[in-house]
């Protein structure tokens, strides 16, 4: 299964609650560990909108037309994905559905 292809290519890797999340998001997106570095898209770009907090920030892909918004959460336990991690499957969705992918 894909779950266990994952935790197979992870093996002997440290773990990301010994060494932190950050240093674990650090790498990932160097390309070190298990996976390649994340592509990045040409057409994704960052917005932030107002939240109870403070500002968020999204990022967004967009198709030429639009149709409606798809709004992606990423996963890594909430803890080690980033929104910038996801840009080719942002670009996925917007192809495939018409929809502004955030």
């Known amino acids: 299964s894909l779950n266990e292809g994952i935790v197979a290519a992870m093996s002997g890797m440290a773990e990301w609650w010994d060494v932190g999340p950050q ?35 999204l990022r967004v892909v967009a198709p030429e037309t639009s ?11 909430h803890v080690l994905g980033a929104a910038d991690q996801q840009d080719r499957l942002l ?4 192809d495939n559905t018409q929809l502004t992918a955030i």
């Open 91 to 94: 670009e996925h969705f917007a």
């Open 23 to 57: 240093k674990v998001r650090e790498a990932r997106a160097r390309g070190e560990g298990a996976f390649p570095a994340p592509a990045k898209s040409d057409r994704a770009r960052w917005i932030e909108v107002d939240g109870p907090a403070g500002k968020i920030k």
């Open 67 to 77: 149709r409606g918004i798809y709004l992606h959460i990423h996963g890594g336990g």
